[in-house]
């Protein structure tokens, strides 16, 4: 982290952002020039819709035409980044503290350690290849949860060497990093002409999965995705939405719309094109198993009385009579309370594992809304949220 302590007032001096996507200076020069045909292609094409209430519901819009889909892209990818983005790097320290509006744990899988039988290069086939990555939501995830800390900013360096600080204040600052898969000669649509439309449509899809990624609150925040289900190719990878406006819909409905709306795509390139909106309709996975939320405060009260049983019987067994010389009407109650007690703490037990197994939950539509932080020049607030305090639900 750059060690360049700014205020923030200092921040108004700084040239306003475009409406437009931006830049890095440290993009490739044939990258750049790929992304700004992209967007031209974009801004060319006379969007065909065909289910219009499926497009309006997903991405939030009455009419679905171009430059309201253009629009729409604008206000969630603001800032592109080279490959060698180092958010750590590039980051600054402002004097102001970031405020959240809710401090919500995103709703997050856990990681989960990889089968030892799953062949070596199955494991790295299924890690995938880094295509696009919203850093700007991760990093304001990142400082959202490092309490304590600091408001941070990114610099960023425009194509013309313009330098700009965006303070870290919500998932849409909308800087997006280029992965190594982004223009990956073999991941494109049509490897023979790598100027074809459809590699430029494929290209577009991507930047607005990552567009979504900038939505959400809460538990919601930046549409995270989650585990894929059992069964599923990526079964136990992050590379499923458990919702029904994430981006992976939201990449597929924008391709199923380019290969409807593209003049010059073959019929081998609109083929290839559905299968790949057909892979990002198959990460939107339904219904769900997950643990259930609200049998957690019952949980809670059960584990006290284990508890409390369990001590209960250790110390009965630590004192256990001795037939010889104690009453042997005393043996027979202590044997007989003591495995009443067992008993009872094996019932606890059975009614514990059933409360924690998950059940099934449908996907439901998230609030798309996106949570807008704000950096306050103030002193360090006596009742910051503990970590004890947060909300799960
Ligand atoms: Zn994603």
Same mark, same amino acid.
């Given at each position: 982290?750059?060690?360049m @302590?700014?205020?923030?007032?200092?921040?108004?001096?700084?040239?306003?952002?475009?409406?437009?996507m931006?830049?890095?200076?440290?993009? /490739?020069?044939?990258?750049?020039?790929?992304?700004?045909?992209d967007? !031209?292609?974009l801004?060319?094409?006379?969007?065909?819709?065909?289910d219009?209430?499926?497009?309006?519901?997903?991405f939030?819009?009455?009419?679905?035409?171009t430059?309201?889909?253009?629009?729409?892209?604008?206000?969630?990818?603001?800032?592109?980044?080279?490959?060698?983005?180092?958010?750590?790097?590039?980051?600054?320290?402002?004097?102001?503290? $970031?405020?959240?509006?809710?401090?919500?744990?995103? %709703?997050?899988?856990?990681?989960?350690?990889?089968?030892?039988?799953?062949?070596?290069?199955?494991?790295?086939?299924?890690?995938?290849?880094?295509?696009?990555?919203?850093?700007?939501?991760f990093?304001?995830?990142?400082?959202?949860?490092?309490?304590?800390?600091?408001?941070?900013?990114?610099?960023f360096?425009?194509?013309?060497?313009e330098?700009?600080?965006?303070?870290?204040?919500?998932?849409? =600052?909308?800087?997006?990093?280029?992965?190594e898969g982004?223009?990956?000669?073999?991941?494109? =649509?049509?490897?023979?002409?790598?100027?074809?439309?459809?590699?430029?449509?494929?290209? $577009?899809?991507?930047?607005?999965?990552?567009?979504?990624?900038?939505?959400?609150?809460?538990?919601?925040?930046?549409?995270?995705?989650?585990?894929? /289900?059992?069964?599923?190719?990526?079964?136990?990878?992050?590379a499923c939405?458990?919702?029904?406006?994430?981006?992976? @819909?939201?990449?597929?409905?924008?391709?199923?719309?380019?290969? !409807?709306?593209?003049?010059?795509?073959?019929?081998?390139?609109?083929?290839k094109?559905r299968?790949?909106?057909? !892979?990002?309709?198959?990460?939107?996975?339904?219904?769900y198993?997950?643990?259930?939320?609200?049998n957690? %405060?019952?949980?809670?009260?059960?584990?006290?009385r284990?508890?409390l049983?369990? @001590?209960?019987?250790?110390?009965?067994?630590?004192?256990?009579?001795n037939?010889?010389?104690?009453?042997?009407?005393?043996v027979?109650?202590h044997?007989?309370?003591?495995?009443?007690?067992?008993?009872?703490?094996?019932?606890?037990?059975?009614?514990?594992?059933?409360?924690?197994?998950?059940?099934?939950?449908?996907?439901?539509?998230?609030?798309?809304? /996106?949570?807008?932080?704000?950096?306050?020049?103030?002193?360090p607030?006596?009742n910051?949220p503990?970590?004890?305090?947060?909300?799960?639900?």
């Amino acid at each position: 982290m750059k060690k360049m @302590t700014k205020a923030l007032s200092a921040l108004f001096m700084l040239p306003l952002a475009a409406s437009a996507m931006e830049f890095s200076a440290k993009l /490739p020069e044939n990258q750049l020039q790929y992304m700004k045909s992209d967007l !031209d292609l974009l801004q060319n094409t006379n969007l065909v819709v065909r289910d219009a209430e499926e497009f309006g519901k997903v991405f939030g819009l009455e009419n679905a035409n171009t430059p309201m889909i253009q629009k729409w892209l604008e206000e969630r990818v603001k800032y592109i980044v080279a490959e060698e983005f180092d958010y750590k790097k590039d980051t600054v320290e402002l004097s102001g503290r $970031l405020i959240a509006p809710n401090y919500v744990f995103p %709703q997050m899988d856990p990681v989960k350690p990889k089968p030892a039988d799953d062949k070596e290069e199955e494991q790295a086939a299924k890690k995938g290849i880094t295509v696009m990555a919203n850093m700007g939501a991760f990093v304001y995830l990142l400082n959202k949860f490092s309490f304590g800390s600091g408001a941070k900013a990114l610099v960023f360096e425009n194509e013309s060497g313009e330098e700009s600080l965006i303070p870290i204040d919500s998932p849409r =600052i909308g800087l997006v990093q280029v992965g190594e898969g982004h223009f990956m000669e073999r991941l494109q =649509i049509n490897k023979e002409n790598l100027d074809a439309s459809a590699n430029g449509y494929q290209r $577009l899809a991507t930047l607005f999965h990552e567009g979504r990624h900038s939505d959400g609150n809460g538990k919601g925040l930046s549409f995270l995705h989650g585990n894929c /289900p059992l069964g599923h190719y990526f079964e136990g990878v992050p590379a499923c939405d458990k919702n029904l406006n994430g981006p992976y @819909t939201v990449g597929a409905i924008i391709l199923k719309t380019f290969v !409807d709306s593209c003049e010059d795509c073959s019929d081998v390139e609109k083929e290839k094109m559905r299968l790949r909106f057909l !892979d990002s309709y198959g990460r939107v996975v339904s219904t769900y198993e997950a643990f259930n939320e609200k049998n957690s %405060q019952k949980i809670r009260m059960l584990e006290v009385r284990r508890q409390l049983l369990k @001590t209960q019987i250790d110390s009965m067994k630590k004192r256990s009579p001795n037939p010889v010389l104690d009453n042997p009407m005393r043996v027979d109650a202590h044997s007989v309370f003591l495995k009443q007690y067992e008993t009872q703490l094996t019932d606890l037990d059975a009614e514990i594992a059933e409360l924690e197994k998950p059940v099934e939950f449908q996907s439901q539509d998230w609030d798309a809304e /996106p949570e807008i932080g704000m950096i306050r020049e103030s002193e360090p607030a006596q009742n910051e949220p503990e970590a004890e305090t947060l909300e799960y639900d």
